[in-house]
């Protein structure tokens, strides 16, 4: 009897478990068949690149002397700031200086030093071209206007700032609304685009212009503008253009006389005096040999010999770091070096500086290869906006935008199948889902972005439910 209730009761569990079964199956078919669709809607498709690199300076010197010999003296220590031109470290040249001294007492010359009027004439040179320069420049910053396309609009014109290095010509600006961003994209002199700081001036195209808005940036939204540089219609633009020509004249008249002055000393020297020259000059170019100077102003690193020590010639005795502008550098691969653009806006991170985006602008692509690794990379120049925090070294990636479709109809790349050459999808039957029959609709697409979302350009509209085929 007891075996008889054992077997029933094994029966009963096989037959729940049986029955357990038979409900998740039907569960699961009817999943199965009633898959939900993915409905059709319109955002921004981006073709995008991720590159990683690091922040250098664009300007960096290993400095050597260019003989070789004993190191007498070493001015500087490593992480010290220099002027351009500042003696950095000097060989022994106590014998040259013994030499030059006893040159110089035998040289004679007229009342005006004849390397001093040399001196003086490339002193004047720099101090007038500098003038000029100084005055052309604010011929063409003073008094900037915009004018506006349409008598139309109702926003107050926007008001440029800053000091303009550049050509002569005419900006076309255009100011849109990208959701919740305001866009300034700049044409003719040079061709931007650029996110518009709400909260203070905005950098306007690259070449020191800044841009303001005193009214509401709604008002600006759809607007054209123009901006003529020179401004031939400022208040000022007829004195700054004949303090231009002036400074001009006068530089010209001050060379000349420099020029004349020396060239008249130079003239009245004997032969003799000519040659004692001659040899003063070389050994000063023989202690210039020996002594090491700043090509530029920076941060003084990598200190590598210490007072006492030989030196060969062109050996690498310390490195001068240009702090003004920094670049990254990023590492570009063979198959993505052809679809980047010169002067393109690059997206930067900065592991050292978590949480904040950078913007730089993409100057120039090296032509020769290196490797990394055994693989063969591209290196991209990304030029930086000065800023204390970012130092030589960190570790940088960048995000370069190849293509960028907005607003337009996408769908994900794995609901698209194809047949042949033929792209096509499948969407919702009469039910609204995927239990009834459905529907194959050829699409056309366009191009593809990084979060695999595809553009479609014909073939489906918003709205439509879209289902994994199998």
């Not at 006068?250 to 003799?272: H, M, P, T």
């Not at 697409?445 to 879209?466: A, N, P, R, Y």
């Amino acid at each position: 009897m007891t075996k008889v209730l054992n077997f029933i009761k094994r029966k009963k569990y096989w037959l729940v478990a049986l029955l357990v079964i038979a409900l998740l199956a039907v569960v699961v078919f009817k999943n199965k068949n009633t898959e939900v669709g993915y409905v059709v809607g319109r955002t921004d498709v981006r073709q995008s690149v991720v590159l990683s690199g690091k922040v250098e300076t664009s300007a960096k010197a290993d400095l050597g002397f260019a003989v070789s010999g004993r190191v007498e003296r070493i001015y500087v220590k490593n992480n010290q700031d220099v002027e351009r031109g500042a003696v950095l470290a000097q060989l022994e040249i106590g014998e040259l200086l013994a030499d030059l001294k006893i040159k110089e007492l035998d040289s004679k010359t007229s009342d005006v030093d004849l390397v001093g009027a040399k001196d003086e004439l490339e002193k004047v040179k720099l101090q007038e071209d500098a003038k000029v320069a100084n005055a052309y420049r604010n011929l063409l910053s003073e008094d900037l206007e915009l004018i506006p396309h349409s008598s139309d609009y109702i926003a107050t014109a926007p008001n440029i700032l800053g000091i303009y290095d550049g050509a002569e010509g005419t900006y076309k600006i255009n100011i849109s609304q990208e959701n919740l961003t305001y866009i300034l994209r700049t044409f003719n002199l040079e061709k931007t685009k650029r996110e518009i700081n709400e909260e203070s001036a905005t950098l306007f195209g690259t070449r020191g212009l800044y841009i303001s808005f005193p009214d509401d940036f709604g008002d600006y939204v759809s607007t054209t503008w123009y901006l003529n540089i020179p401004n031939k219609s400022g208040a000022s633009y007829l004195a700054n253009y004949n303090a231009y020509i002036e400074a001009k004249g006068d530089r010209d008249i001050k060379i000349k006389n420099a020029q004349v002055s020396y060239d008249k000393l130079l003239a009245q020297e004997g032969s003799g005096d000519s040659v004692a020259l001659a040899e003063i000059e070389k050994i000063k170019a023989e202690i210039r040999k020996n002594t090491i100077y700043a090509p530029f102003s920076g941060k003084v690193t990598n200190i590598e010999k210490e007072i006492g020590e030989n030196i060969s010639s062109g050996e690498r005795m310390l490195s001068v770091l240009g702090e003004e502008r920094f670049e990254v550098v990023l590492q570009v691969s063979e198959l993505d070096v052809s679809k980047l653009t010169l002067d393109s806006e690059v997206k930067i991170i900065l592991d050292a500086i978590p949480g904040e985006t950078f913007y730089g602008i993409l100057r120039s692509v090296n032509s020769k290869e290196t490797e990394v690794d055994g693989v063969p990379v591209y290196e991209a120049f990304v030029e930086l906006a000065p800023d204390p925090r970012i130092k030589t070294g960190m570790s940088a990636r960048g995000e370069i935008v190849l293509a960028e479709r907005l607003g337009v109809i996408a769908i994900p790349a794995y609901l698209i199948q194809k047949e042949g050459d033929i792209n096509f999808v499948k969407i919702a039957g009469t039910n609204g889902d995927s239990s009834g029959d459905m529907t194959k609709v050829e699409i056309t697409t366009g191009i593809t972005g990084s979060d695999s979302m595809v553009e479609i350009t014909s073939g489906l509209s918003e709205g439509d439910k879209v289902f994994a085929g199998e």
